[in-house]
């Protein structure tokens, strides 16, 4: 009789978030599959689970997924787990996944922690509808390309970028996609997790006067505004992008551009003693 093979879900950074039936998968499985063994002992670690580990990651995940096939088919059950968050969410799995499903083996998600998820319900940006990128490409040139298929995509961009590329990628999205809310999550679930608010202008602007930024970090794009958008007085569109993040002066831009306003117009359809309207 095969195996099962689970995919289990990890915290993201505080240790406690993982679930009862995870923590339970982990102790009954008989062989944990690991992007890196070293950084899933400290789990195992610290609820004092002892299992046989073994590596998969991206450098060898076309020999592994071979040999844990083997292994299902002979009756081994296989939990496999990324360094953080949930299997298979830029990060390896994918092709072990699709070759146990290819064999009739049983494949069982066990869900939990994931960053995306988690900067996007606290983002303060829509979540009726998003769109999961990955990490952006590394280079300008794509990067800009790839942005620009999003631009009238009426849904919340998330992706994921590395610290060393982040003022870069915020100066791409300011000039590709304009003034809209942009979220940085870094270091979520962790001791220094913080979120900055803002366009994409006012981040960079805000991060170019710290530090090397270092941690995980979750970027999030407001939607394309759309026909409907359109249709919200401009008060009120202009007190959602400031809740958003954005300072009064960004939201009245932000507002102008979409609208096809001048600026003054703007400024001067917002009446002082409307309550949805921001304060002079």
Excluded: W
């Amino acid at each position: 009789m095969a195996g099962i093979l689970y995919l289990v879900a990890t915290p993201i950074g505080n240790l406690e978030d993982i679930t009862l039936r995870a923590l339970q998968i982990l102790k009954q499985a008989d062989l944990l599959a690991c992007e890196d063994t070293r950084q899933t002992r400290k789990l195992l670690d610290h609820y004092g689970i002892q299992k046989p580990t073994i590596s998969y990651h991206e450098h060898n995940e076309a020999v592994r997924s071979a040999e844990l096939l083997e292994k299902l088919r002979n009756g081994t059950t296989v939990a496999l787990v990324s360094d953080a968050g949930t299997p298979l969410i830029s990060d390896p799995g994918y092709r072990l996944v699709t070759k146990a499903v290819e064999s009739g083996i049983r494949v069982e998600p066990i869900p939990g922690a994931s960053a995306v998820l988690a900067a996007l319900t606290a983002s303060g940006l829509a979540t009726d509808a998003f769109r999961f990128g990955g990490f952006l490409p590394a280079r300008s040139t794509q990067r800009r390309k790839l942005l620009a298929k999003f631009k009238d995509d009426a849904a919340t961009l998330v992706f994921y970028e590395a610290p060393h590329r982040i003022l870069e990628a915020l100066a791409d999205i300011q000039e590709v996609l304009g003034p809209r809310p942009v979220v940085l999550a870094r270091e979520l679930t962790k001791v220094h997790e913080e979120f900055l608010r803002g366009t994409a202008e006012t981040v960079r602007r805000t991060l170019a006067g710290r530090p090397p930024l270092k941690g995980e970090i979750t970027l999030l794009i407001g939607k394309a505004p759309g026909p409907a958008a359109n249709e919200t007085p401009i008060p009120e569109a202009v007190a959602t992008h400031m809740r958003a993040g954005m300072t009064r002066m960004e939201a009245i831009k932000a507002v102008a551009r979409a609208r096809g306003l001048s600026k003054r117009e703007v400024y001067r359809l917002i009446k002082p003693g409307d309550r949805t309207a921001p304060q002079p």
